[in-house]
Every structure is written in structure tokens, then in C-alpha cells.
């Protein structure tokens, strides 16, 4: 089992009518080729986690990057897993445009890996602490799954 994560800067044209169409068809894609993850949208940059077979998430990856619809692709970490951290998600995803304490922490957690992401390529205890926040918080309901 493989894992990447990248962010990127959305570009002006995407709105979130287009994010929801990309979604839908992502969702269908990844559900296709057993590859699971989650899909965070903030301030305009995207950060995403994918994981399954090491080639299909290259592959997809590298579709992903010829993607006009956001720029500024930097790859974050990737690696080796053991298992997934988002077994049932073919791709969760968070916006932050409701508001709740739940939303809240999570908007700190992502502002702070946005500011300082982690310099090691390789899946590490912060970002995997970052992930496994983010599962659980989306799990618990009180954010939504678009
Ligand atoms: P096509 O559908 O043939 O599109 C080719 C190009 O046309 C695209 O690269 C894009 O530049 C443009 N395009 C396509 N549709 C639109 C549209 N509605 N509006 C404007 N331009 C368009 N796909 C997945 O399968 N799984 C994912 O997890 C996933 N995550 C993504 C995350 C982000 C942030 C973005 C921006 C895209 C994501 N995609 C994902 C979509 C992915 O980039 C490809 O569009 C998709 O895999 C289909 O590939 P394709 O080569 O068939 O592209």
C-alpha cells in the first residue's frame, strides 16, 4: 500500500459548483481502482492525501498535476503503508464553509500543516497525526461530506 499527498493553489475559475462535478467524477474513479483518501479546501489551495496501489495512485497523480483547474502542484510526502487511513472514503473532502468547534480545530490543524507542512518526503508521525485528526474529525459527523 502506497501513500501520496500534494497541495496546490486552486485556480480562479474553480468554484464550488466545479468542485462538487470534479468530486463526483473522482469519487467514481477512485472507487473504480480501490484508491481512498481525502480532499481538504482552504483559503484557495488545495491539499489532498490519496492512497491504494502504488502505480494507480502515480498514475492518477500524474493526471492530477496536468489538472488546469489548480497550478502550483508541490508534493508533500509519499511512502509505504501499512493500512489505510481511509478505508471507507473514496475521497472525503472539507471546505470549511460551515462553522462549529469541530470545523474550528480542524481549520488550526490545517492552517498550521499549510504553514510549516512537514520537510520529510516520507510519511512521518506528523502527518500521519494530521490525517488520522482529520478522518476522525470528518467521521464524527459534525462536518459534512459533500
Ligand atoms: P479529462 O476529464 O479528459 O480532462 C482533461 C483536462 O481537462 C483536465 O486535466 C482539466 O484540465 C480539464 N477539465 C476536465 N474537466 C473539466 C471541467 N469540468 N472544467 C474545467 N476543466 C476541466 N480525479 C480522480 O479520478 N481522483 C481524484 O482523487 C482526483 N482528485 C483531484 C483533485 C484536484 C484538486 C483536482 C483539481 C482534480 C482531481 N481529479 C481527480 C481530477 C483529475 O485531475 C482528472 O481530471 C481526472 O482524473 C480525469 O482525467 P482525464 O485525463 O480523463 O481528464
Same mark, same amino acid.
Given at each position: 500500500m502506497f501513500c501520496l499527498v500534494y497541495k496546490s493553489i486552486a485556480s480562479l475559475a474553480f468554484r464550488k459548483i466545479e468542485?462538487?462535478?470534479m468530486l463526483?467524477?473522482?469519487r #467514481?474513479?477512485?472507487a473504480k481502482n480501490d484508491i481512498t483518501g481525502c480532499l481538504i479546501y482552504y483559503k484557495g489551495e488545495f491539499l489532498q492525501y490519496l492512497e491504494g496501489n502504488q502505480i494507480k495512485v502515480l498514475e492518477l497523480f #500524474?493526471?492530477?498535476k496536468s489538472d488546469n483547474r489548480h497550478h502550483t502542484v508541490e508534493l508533500v510526502s509519499y511512502g509505504k503503508i501499512d493500512t489505510r487511513e481511509f478505508e471507507d472514503w473514496s475521497m472525503a473532502y472539507e471546505d470549511f464553509l460551515g462553522d462549529?468547534?469541530?470545523l474550528q480545530f480542524l481549520k488550526l490543524l490545517v492552517a498550521s500543516y499549510f504553514e510549516s507542512p512537514d520537510e520529510a518526503m516520507e510519511p512521518n508521525p506528523t502527518s500521519e497525526y494530521f490525517w488520522r485528526t482529520a478522518k476522525r474529525l470528518l467521521k464524527s459527523g459534525e462536518l459534512k461530506k459533500f
Open positions: 468542485i462538487a462535478e463526483e467524477k473522482a #467514481d474513479f477512485n #500524474d493526471r492530477i462549529n468547534d469541530t
